[in-house]
């Protein structure tokens, strides 16, 4: 083998080596990382639907009982234990709440028929508790004087959760003030709207 294969065959060699060997990218020049070509990007839209959603624990029936006494009821005679003052506090408002582009709501409350003269009904917060939820209490903790107008329960609030069922959420007073014995019209409701 003459001198010129020799060189020959080590050009080869360093070519080969050369040719086949990896790029090595130094991350640390943030510059390295575009190689050229169509670079581009694709903007992404994610709308997610509003929610509002109440909730009055516990469920089925929220009854205030003025403890008349069956057992001395006799027709002709005054029917005792009938009127006074009846406290529920065994009320629990639960919510879960996504407002568009982050809007604040608010929880108001009213009723859905005339209060009769001679009841008043009052309602206030008396503890907020967050069980499992995630939420920010901003309630209004003075007593409400119930109408069919709408007042405000919860102060403005954003997006979140109580947590669900009772112990968790805003805890009610619903006061009954009902001297006379009368009674509520048929159908009558607390309404509670998130708006």
Do not use: H
Request: with cysteine; charged share 10%; glycine share 10%.
């Amino acid at each position: 083998m003459k001198n010129t294969d020799y060189i020959l065959a080590a050009l080869f060699t360093l070519c080969f080596a050369v040719c086949g060997a990896q790029e090595i990218l130094n991350v640390t020049i943030s510059s390295n990382f575009i190689f050229g070509g169509g670079q581009q990007s694709n903007f992404a839209t994610l709308s997610l639907q509003p929610i509002a959603i109440l909730d009055a624990e516990p469920d089925p029936s929220n009854t205030i009982s003025f403890g008349l006494n069956s057992t001395t009821l006799e027709a002709g005679l005054p029917a005792t234990g009938v009127g006074g003052i009846a406290t529920n506090e065994n009320i629990w408002l639960n919510y879960t709440y996504r407002g568009v582009n982050f809007a604040n709501a608010k929880i108001y409350v009213r009723t859905n028929q005339i209060v009769p003269a001679g009841i008043v009904i009052k309602i206030q917060v008396i503890a907020a508790t967050s069980i499992g939820g995630s939420y920010i209490p901003n309630q209004n903790s003075s007593p409400i004087t119930l109408s069919s107008a709408e007042q405000i329960l919860i102060n403005s609030f954003a997006s979140g959760y109580t947590g669900n069922g009772l112990g968790t959420g805003y805890n009610l007073r619903i006061t009954v003030e009902n001297q006379s014995g009368l009674s509520l019209p048929s159908g009558f409701e607390i309404i509670y709207e998130i708006k």
